[in-house]
């Protein structure tokens, strides 16, 4: 049974950086990415990694601040979030999915394994 757990979430002030992980139990994914939702607002995507490249991808909203990662060996993923604002505050979730023909990587529906997701809050 495949299992994503986030971790690293907290409390940033504006400017500040945090560093998300995300281990999975089970392999073979073809992408795995980092989505976001906010109080009142749908889930979005925030950054997709194709794990057998290695290359990310990113919403506009993050470009040149925020870098998805990977470690294979030890199937984990990370998100290192720079110059965090406050719009960046969301719980943020993990995924996964085998679909290695996936083409919209950073849309919900592309993703089949979900992680239960971890709080960012960042204060102004």
């Known amino acids: 049974q495949v299992r994503l757990v986030e971790s690293g979430g907290g409390s940033a002030q504006t400017g500040e950086s945090l560093r998300l992980s995300c281990v999975a139990s089970g392999d073979g994914f073809a992408w795995m990415g980092w989505f976001r939702q906010a109080p009142d607002k749908e889930r979005e995507g925030v950054a997709a990694?194709?794990?057998?490249?290695?290359?990310?991808y990113y919403a506009d909203s993050v470009k040149g601040r925020f870098t998805i990662s990977q470690d294979t060996a030890r199937n984990k993923i990370y998100l290192q979030m720079n110059n965090l604002q406050p719009e960046d505050t969301a719980m943020y979730y993990c995924?996964?999915?085998?679909?290695?023909?996936?083409?919209?990587?950073?849309?919900?529906?592309?993703?089949?394994?979900w992680g239960q997701g971890t709080q960012v809050t960042v204060s102004s």
């Open positions: 995924a996964a999915d085998d679909e290695s023909s996936t083409v919209d990587i950073l849309a919900t529906y592309s993703y089949r394994y």
């Open positions: 990694i194709s794990t057998g490249g290695g290359r990310g």
